[in-house]
């Protein structure tokens, strides 16, 4: 790959998706939520940064996503952009953000575009978002769709289940995919997806396919980071592979750190200060006493 290998860190610009699609090239997103975190996926050379509402499961502990708030969402993609230089930046809108008007969702999405540094914004949904993301795209505003398992409709579907598996959810998905690539969308994530339904989607497209659950053969993976480096409680799903333990890690350190603390070995000398040579311990002690 030449136009995007982390040795070469042109910014990833929304087009140059369209160009690794068209020469096969997989490009790699990852969610971040803060700084640091910003700085070693986009440092480690990751083409997209999502700046997902998964946070409501992951750093939040709301249990799903429906309480993430467009400020969290805010916030996080202003530390994210403070912490990245290379990586598309693409926001969440988060549930509620989008669906009381399509004037108060242009205006979220300029927010999170304007004030938070945003290059793109992501919503769920197929068909019932075509005139909105037809309007957002009029506005300069560069759309990822999302179709397949949207964990916004978690009440509706009453779970998070694997999403086409009939031929007639399968024929659904497929045309809601044409519909929001005809809209404007300039990628589309399709989650928790019979792999096989992924890849057609992904051949009849030209716009990328991001693919979570979905199988090797969308244009793109994305992940959630805690996902992949073990940062997360529970039970896992199938298509998640964890590359780290950092719980562990995590704990491990903690565990140290309070030993050293209750054997009085934290902190040595080279740890603290001492006074400067010339302030005499003698007289600072008969003036405290
Ligand atoms: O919120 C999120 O992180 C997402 C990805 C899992 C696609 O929507």
């Known amino acids: 790959m030449a136009y995007l290998k982390p040795d070469k860190p042109e910014k990833v610009y929304v ?8 020469k096969g090239e997989k490009l790699a ?42 400020d969290e969402i805010l916030s996080a993609v202003k530390a994210v952009k403070r912490g990245s230089n290379r990586a598309l930046i693409v926001a ?18 300029l927010k999170l575009m304007k004030d938070g540094g945003a290059e793109a914004v992501k919503l769920e949904g197929g068909r019932n978002r075509v005139d909105l993301v037809k309007r957002l795209v009029d506005e300069e505003i ?16 009453g779970g998070y289940r694997v999403q086409g598996k009939t031929a007639e959810a399968a024929q659904i998905l497929i045309e809601d995919a044409k519909m929001l690539e005809e809209a404007g969308a300039f990628a589309i994530v399709l989650e928790l997806v019979p792999r096989e339904v992924a890849a057609l989607v992904t051949q009849e497209l ?7 659950g979905a199988g090797s053969e969308c244009d793109i993976q994305v992940l959630v980071l805690h996902d992949l480096i073990g940062f997360t409680f529970g039970r896992q799903p199938r298509f998640v592979r964890q590359y780290a333990n950092v ?11 309070m030993e050293d603390v209750r054997g009085g070995k934290y902190p040595n000398e080279n740890e603290s200060y001492g006074l400067p040579e010339d302030v005499d311990l003698e007289k600072l002690k008969a003036i405290i006493r």
């Open 142 to 157: 560069p759309v990822m769709a999302h179709v397949g398992l949207t964990p916004q409709s978690v009440h509706k579907l």
């Open 206 to 212: 030209k716009i990328s396919t991001v693919g979570i």
């Open 247 to 257: 719980s562990q890690v995590i704990t491990e350190a903690i565990t140290n750190w």
């Open 15 to 22: 087009p140059a998706l369209r160009a690794a699609k068209e």
């Open 29 to 70: 997103c990852l969610t971040a939520y803060d700084y640091p975190t910003a700085r070693i996926v986009d440092e480690a050379g990751v083409d997209i940064i999502l700046i997902g509402d998964s946070m409501g499961n992951v750093i939040h502990g709301y249990g799903n996503t429906i309480p993430v708030t467009l």
């Open 92 to 109: 969440d809108m988060p549930y509620g953000s989008y669906h009381t008007g399509d004037n108060e969702a242009v205006s979220n999405a």
